[in-house]
């Protein structure tokens, strides 16, 4: 802003297309350095986590030869910021190298493990629309009754719970006693491998297939997890509508429009509610990156294959390969989601311009 | 709130009364949160009753597996599918595991006069998954490959003194025949029971060198791929989700009765019991005591125990003032709760067993001469003259092993010994551990092939205690321990012939150890697999091997 | 008569310092403050869920304070004969653990760790970020620019991966753990140490401090931090749930407090092995965590109401 500003451009035609430009180009550079600097400090950390990745690869039993020849053909030997050099050039080539604790390319792990999570955070946060955002407007509109007051605590035990213990108790109420869900996993076990992985997504890839009863299962054992997932996005959701709503609803023109005779319904609707929209956007955003970078431990109680526990263990066992591109997927993700909803913002929101 | 109160005055309920209210009040409780977004996306439910004939569903921690190349592979679950994929020369059998090993792909095997060549003729007829004959030329390479590799399990096998310079004299197949020189002469027992171990697994040389790059001898594409000639081949490996197996229906031995295996990730016991218990899974591996209990309830469900080769130990690092003293070592002996652990958290699933030797091993011995004995400690380490002080103990996150340290620290806390716990993930507490930066170490040790040499060359055998040396695969290395005439004792068992006298050996060494050492083994480990009733003739390994899938019936 | 006489006096203390309270126009600096503080009391004390939230947690530092004299046992004594009991055993309100440790002590010395890590926490997460952003929005320019991407970067971390990450580099234990989370949990407050520091910033009361030729650091420390205030604490006490949450998580995957150290989540990690026979060891200090962190969540919620200009409704 400030460079465009200071030296006034020749034409009003270069002018518009210059700013549109270097707008864009500000946009995508500052994603650059946020994905490097991700990178170097989870290059960092696992350069300094005292957990020797040569075990990873040759066990605990190796001979010193073994344990040797591993280390140099990790470059391990070299300087740190020659190995994060090295690293980057890959990352930039599109390679995320090698597992070191099963020796697979760490981008088809990605690819794998990714589509699980991306379901589950979809479908919660989907969860988390349909109820919150209703919750939310009641809430607000309602302010101070009854229907508040329990809306504020839905909300509130929503914040409050362990997730962990919840799937846990979950599980044992709502599969091992009542049995009215699938149990852990994202189908049977016996349907594992049936369908023909498309997206990787199994409810998209069973309906695509046509396998009917392999898509109800699958919807059978994504349930519990999304409606717990859910009711974190819905907690978020719901409290920031009713926020959002509160202020519209005292803002003047809610008044003015009150005055003028406008029915209640279209006061809130139309007016109240088509001014959020944009803001609610961009919570809706965050919370779906939340969920998507946040499923760890539901993903550990419900053995969920997602991207979540992938990077967990992969840490755990000093596999940094796979934390780094797993760490800057998310990231990625995070960082373009915000993005996204800063544009939405500055498109659809008069004043931001 | 009010509802937790009723539940806790009534609370002189037997288990299945208790369950059910447990059922009411968490429904209840949770019905605001869960249930109603839950109620809505409910089309269909009901889990399916009971997993299809042909099929076997196996629950299991498969975390571990890093490939599923034999001459790599050297994790508990990756010997586990390795073992139904590949045949070897000489194997053990499920039906009579304490038989030690018997033909498999060889068919006979003659050893020279002199001890050190073993000559294998092969079986005639078997086929790899491929299709292609079962060769000597495949047995050839496929034991050069794992020299020539010089991953980690090949120690296996070059302890021998195969090299990747003398494996073209060391190691040779003419016609049927695959002949094996040793570089001195060693039991001919010893020999054979190594080749039961993955390593000696026999791959298919042309599968495999037709999927070679850049001469890594097909390392990279049997990772996730196999080529063998066993009850199964492996159809798809997820790492930390799941491992398919297809039936080899022309295996030698007759096609197996389960047509699919399917070995899925299942993290935690409590939900294995519940896969379990719904009849989604159809054996469970990972129950911990309190699931087995609570199993053994269901009349659809039974255990089956088999006692595997795993022991349970606490190591003194001899680097510590205090804990190089031999009385102190002596002391800790009888600050541990042997008896009362086994009986509480660990019970059905641990024995008490004192020596390095897992039961069943040749030379194995059951003297226990060691029990909680508070007192005595207390006037041994007086006898030592220490005074109180301080220890570290690095336990990686395990519950089990979590419990038996805090056991040790209330024990040792009574004698003026402070244990400070360090809990660690495995690889972390490992990476110190073989640094020699643990005070005090609880963990466990699997031996690698079914010889008492196993143990004993790790346990009692260190002969270069220097730092320098990096012996970091030794655990009285580990230890900073020199085991002195134990070591000279442990290489003359290994090359002793006669099994009576290698027994013998074997005892005297474990006796002297028991005394002198600092380790103090505690338990070896039972393994509790929860099943369905309907499954039978499904054998775990024992101590000696892993689980054999191809002869369960359903 | 002494003591009629007392209560008399103290009863019109109580309206005189009302009235003192409530007086229109304050006669000291100290009574305005004062006076604020009341009406904001008395606002506060009208949301009867926030009061809840503050009654709780009032209790469970007491619970803390007190928890030598509170609790039946020894919370580290063990008995491997009498593991598991159920609740209501006799002399276990709660039942045992799998060692045999009275549950009812062992989560009423948790509530020590789980004060110490928030308390812990709120000191140090709040003050990073108030450096970061005060710094970065006053100065502006390069250091703005600097200051605000790394803010970017760590929020563009997955939070618990990155508290994972930084207890697996420096090692289980309580301090490590709330380095970790203080670690994850910066960023938020920069961000609105910042937004606040712009407007500020060029506010007339700055100009004239800086004419009287106040340096950066003196005008930030002493003009800006106090404006700001306000609104972290809001944000602080919202976020104390999430902190104990991410305590217990790290504690539930086995890298927090050392053991035999009762903090909650690790006795849930502990608990969820018998979640199927034995519920109550897991669900127990489960329920511990949920309460206090909804307190906080209800209290953080109230306070919000009261001091967020934005959600007042008028």
New interface residues.
């Given amino acids: 802003m400030t460079t465009a500003a200071g030296k006034p451009p020749p034409t009003e035609y270069r002018s518009g297309w210059t700013r549109g430009s270097i707008k864009l180009a500000r946009v995508i550079g500052?994603v650059l350095?946020?994905?490097l600097?991700?990178l170097f400090?989870?290059f960092i950390?696992?350069r300094?986590?005292?957990?020797?990745p040569v075990?990873?690869?040759?066990?605990?039993?190796?001979?010193?030869?073994?344990?040797d020849?591993a280390y140099q053909e990790m470059g391990l030997d070299k300087p740190v910021l020659v190995q994060f050099f090295y690293y980057l050039s890959d990352v930039v080539r599109g390679d995320f190298g090698t597992?070191y604790?099963?020796?697979?390319p760490v981008a088809d792990?990605i690819r794998?493990v990714f589509p699980a999570t991306l379901e589950l955070a979809t479908i919660g946060t989907l969860?988390g629309i349909?109820?919150g955002v209703p919750l939310g407007m009641i809430a607000a509109v309602k302010?101070d009754s009854w229907i508040d007051?329990v809306a504020?605590?839905?909300a509130?035990?929503?914040?409050?719970?362990?997730?962990?213990?919840?799937g846990?108790?979950?599980?044992?109420?709502?599969?091992?006693?009542?049995?009215?869900?699938?149990?852990?996993?994202r189908v049977?076990?016996?349907y594992?491998?049936i369908v023909p992985p498309v997206t990787g997504m199994i409810l998209i890839d069973s309906a695509l297939d046509g396998q009917w009863e392999i898509f109800?299962d699958a919807?059978?054992h994504i349930?519990?997890p999304?409606?717990?997932l859910?009711?974190y996005s819905?907690a978020y959701i719901s409290?920031m509508t009713r926020?959002f709503m509160?202020?519209q609803l005292?803002a003047e023109y809610v008044t003015t429009a009150r005055v003028k005779g406008l029915s209640e319904w279209t006061v809130i609707w139309r007016h109240a509610f088509g001014n959020i929209k944009v803001q609610l956007i961009t919570v809706i955003a965050l919370s779906y990156a939340g969920l998507l970078?946040?499923s760890?431990?539901t993903e550990?109680?419900f053995?969920w294959?997602g991207i979540?526990?992938?990077?967990?263990?992969a840490?755990?066992?000093?596999d940094m390969n796979a934390?780094l591109g797993?760490?800057v997927v998310?990231?990625l993700v995070?960082?373009c989601l915000n993005v996204l909803s800063d544009l939405l913002y500055s498109f659809f929101d008069p004043r931001a311009k | 709130m009010r509802r937790f109160k009723f539940v806790a005055s009534k609370f002189a309920l037997t288990n299945p009364q208790r369950r059910k209210i447990f059922g009411k009040i968490t429904t209840g409780a949770l019905a605001t949160c869960v249930a109603a977004p839950l109620l809505l996306a409910l089309p269909t439910q009901q889990a399916i009753g009971a997993t299809p004939s042909n099929m076997l569903v196996v629950a299991q921690r498969i975390d571990d597996i890093t490939t599923l190349d034999p001459a790599q592979s050297f994790e508990f679950s990756g010997s586990d599918v390795i073992r139904n994929v590949y045949g070897k020369l000489v194997n053990s059998n499920p039906a009579d595991l304490n038989a030690g090993y018997e033909a498999d792909l060889a068919e006979s095997w003659e050893v020279s006069e002199d001890g050190k060549t073993i000559t294998f003729t092969m079986r005639d007829g078997v086929t790899f998954h491929s299709g292609n004959p079962v060769t000597a030329e495949d047995a050839e390479f496929s034991l050069r490959r794992a020299i020539t590799l010089e991953k980690t399990p090949s120690f296996i096998l070059t302890q021998f003194g195969f090299t990747k310079d003398n494996i073209e004299e060391t190691i040779k197949a003419e016609g049927n025949k695959l002949s094996i020189t040793t570089d001195q002469k060693y039991a001919t027992s010893f020999v054979l029971n190594c080749l039961t171990a993955a390593i000696g697994s026999i791959v298919d040389k042309k599968t495999v060198m037709a999927n070679e790059v850049d001469g890594d001898l097909g390392n990279g594409w049997l990772l996730d791929n196999t080529a063998g000639s066993g009850a199964y081949k492996v159809v798809s490996w997820k790492p930390v989700e799941s491992v398919t197996l297809q039936a080899n229906d022309d295996f030698y031995k007759g096609a197996p009765a389960m047509k699919r295996v399917i070995i899925r990730h299942v993290q935690e016991s409590a939900t294995q019991r519940l896969l379990l218990e719904k009849g989604d899974i159809d054996v469970a591996r990972d129950l911990n005591p309190e699931d087995v209990a609570g199993a053994r309830e269901n009349d659809n469900i039974k255990i089956h125990d088999e006692l595997r080769g795993r022991l349970m130990y606490v190591s003194m690092n001899q680097k510590h003032p205090q804990l190089s003293n031999p009385k102190v070592r002596e002391a800790i002996k009888y600050l541990i709760d042997y008896q009362g652990m086994q009986d509480s958290f660990l019970k059905g699933q641990y024995t008490i067993h004192q020596n390095f030797l897992p039961r069943t091993y040749l030379g194995a011995i059951d003297d226990q001469p060691y029990s909680l004995n508070i007192e005595k400690a207390r006037a041994l380490l007086e006898e030592a003259g220490v005074g109180e002080f301080e220890i570290e103990a690095g336990v990686r996150e395990a519950q089990d092993r979590i419990e038996i340290a805090q056991t040790l620290q209330n024990a040792m806390a009574q004698v003026g010994i402070t244990m400070k716990i360090t809990v660690g993930t495995a690889k972390q507490i490992l990476t110190r551990y073989r640094a020699r930066e643990l005070d005090f170490y609880v963990g466990a040790w699997g031996p690698d092939y079914p010889d008492p040499q196993t143990n004993a060359g790790t346990f009692a055998y260190n002969p270069d205690n220097s730092d320098e040396a990096k012996a970091t695969g030794l655990l009285a290395y580990r230890n900073a321990w020199d085991p002195g005439a134990l070591g000279a004792q442990t290489e003359a068992a290994v090359i002793e012939p006669d099994v009576d006298k290698r027994r013998a050996m074997y005892e005297a060494i474990q006796r002297e150890f028991l005394k002198t050492s600092p380790f103090a083994i505690m338990f070896q480990k039972i393994e509790q697999a929860g099943m369905q009733k309907s499954v039978s003739n499904l054998v775990l390994g024992g101590a000696i091997t892993a689980v054999s899938y191809w002869p369960v019936t359903k | 008569m002494n003591n009629s006489n007392a209560s008399a006096s103290g009863a019109s203390t109580i309206t005189g310092l009302r009235a003192w309270l409530n007086a229109e126009v304050p006669g000291s600096r100290w009574q305005a403050r004062a006076s604020a503080w009341y009406h904001g009391w008395l606002e506060f004390k009208s949301n009867r869920l926030a009061l809840l939230g503050l009654l709780i947690l009032i209790a469970l530092v007491l619970i803390a304070i007190f928890a030598p004299l509170l609790s039946p046992h020894d919370p580290y004594t063990q008995n491997l004969s009498n593991r598991l009991l159920p609740m209501g055993s006799e002399g276990h309100l709660l039942g045992t653990d799998s060692l045999g440790r009275d549950l009812l002590s062992r989560m009423i010395y948790g509530a020590r760790i789980t004060l110490y890590i928030v308390a812990l926490v709120a000191l140090i997460a709040p003050v990073a970020g108030l450096l970061v952003g005060t710094v970065a929005g006053y100065l502006g320019g390069w250091t703005d620019t600097v200051l605000m991407r790394l803010t970017d970067i760590f929020l563009a971390f997955p939070r618990l991966v990155l508290a994972l990450a930084f207890v697996a580099a420096l090692g289980a234990g309580i301090e490590n753990a709330v380095l970790a989370i203080a670690l994850t949990a910066w960023p938020p407050y920069a961000r609105i140490a910042r937004a606040e520091t712009l407007t500020i910033r060029s506010s007339d009361y700055i100009s004239a401090v800086k004419l009287q030729g106040a340096g950066a650091f003196r005008i930030i420390v002493k003009h800006i931090w106090p404006l700001c205030i306000a609104s972290l604490i809001v944000r602080i006490t919202l976020d104390m749930a999430g902190i104990i949450l991410a305590a217990a998580g790290l504690g539930f995957l086995g890298l927090g407090a050392r053991p035999p150290s009762p903090e909650w989540g690790a006795m849930i990690a502990d608990g969820r092995r018998f979640i199927l026979d034995h519920w109550w060891v897991a669900t127990m200090p489960g329920l511990a965590i949920f309460t206090v962190s909804l307190a906080f969540n209800l209290l953080g919620d109230g306070l919000r109401d009261l001091l967020d200009p934005k959600s007042q409704g008028k």
């Fill in positions: 500052s350095v946020t994905m600097g991700l400090i989870t950390i696992g300094v986590m005292p957990i020797d075990i990873s690869v040759v066990g605990e039993r190796a001979t010193k030869e073994v344990y020849a597992s604790l099963n020796g697979r792990e794998r969860i349909i109820f302010r007051q504020r605590v839905v509130l035990v929503g914040y409050s719970m362990p997730i962990f213990w919840l846990l108790v979950g599980l044992l109420v709502f599969y091992g006693i009542l049995g009215w869900v699938g149990g852990p996993g049977g076990i016996f594992v491998d109800w919807v059978s349930v519990l999304a409606s717990i859910g009711y819905l409290r926020s509160l202020e005292n970078e946040g760890v431990l550990i109680i053995s294959p979540g526990s992938y990077i967990t263990t840490l755990l066992s000093a934390v797993g760490t998310v990231g995070f960082v």
